[in-house]
């Protein structure tokens, strides 16, 4: 069975402070996808990662995924309030019987305080 | 693009009544879509994996007489929910993925079930 650890489980900041949340797994990914989600609804993906060393940008969050593809982190510059959320890490494989499934990390509540 | 529907967004029901939900991919045609559970402020619960014209794959622990899953078309699975009970009660989530891709699931709104 694949897991994805995700840590902090909660974060309360300041905004325009800095943070990082990160996922890590002793098992290799296909891919490694972010999502945040908003209280009673869907999430949304934010990013997909697929190759080692990868690093993608999307306005203030940066996203990685590890050499090894086992862990991946996202990092937001300057938070906002509008950035308040569950953020959700998920990884894929491409083959075997998981074909297409999607591992979750536990999730990390963001609350950023004006 | 990649949009996923859900009907009905919320539902009451009584105990020992069943209720169905709807997910649909709207602009994408998905092969496999997927039913998830998620309790207050956790994360996601892989509840089944749907395919188009088979049968679905349960993960373990989930009862299949209880949530019956159905992938009629390419565009439309429906979760069942039959002789709900109040610990039935949570947020059912779905998601597609794009027949033509590999990684990506694309979320519908969830539908919020409350059995009194």
């Known amino acids: 069975t694949q897991l994805l650890e995700q840590s902090p489980q909660f974060l309360s900041i300041q905004e325009g402070e800095n943070l990082t949340v990160y996922c890590n797994s002793s098992?290799?990914?296909?891919?490694l996808q972010w999502y945040r989600q908003e209280p009673g609804e869907g999430p949304v993906l934010l990013v997909t990662?697929?190759?080692?060393?990868e690093v993608k940008k999307l306005k203030r969050l940066t996203f990685q995924f590890g050499d090894a593809r086992k862990d991946s982190s996202l990092h937001i510059t300057a938070a906002q309030p509008g950035d308040t959320g569950l953020y959700l890490c998920a990884g894929a494989n491409a083959g075997g019987t998981s074909y297409g499934k999607l591992t979750f990390g536990q999730g990390t509540i963001l609350t950023v305080h004006p | 693009g990649a949009v996923v529907s859900q009907h009905p967004s919320w539902v009451i029901c009584k105990s020992g009544t069943s209720v169905k939900i709807e997910c649909r991919s709207l602009d994408f045609q998905a092969t496999t879509m997927f039913w998830y559970r998620q309790f207050p402020k956790q994360s996601l619960m892989l509840m089944a994996t749907?395919?188009?014209?088979?049968?679905?794959?349960?993960e373990q622990g989930v009862e299949k007489d209880k949530f019956l899953i159905n992938h009629a078309s390419l565009t439309l699975s429906t979760l069942t929910v039959t002789s709900a009970h109040p610990e039935d009660s949570s947020f059912y989530i779905c998601s597609a993925r794009d027949f033509r891709g590999v990684y990506e699931q694309y979320f519908g709104p969830g539908t919020r079930l409350t059995v009194t």
């Open positions: 749907s395919n188009e014209g088979s049968k679905a794959t349960y």
């Open positions: 098992s290799v990914f296909s891919s």
């Open positions: 990662v697929v190759t080692g060393g």
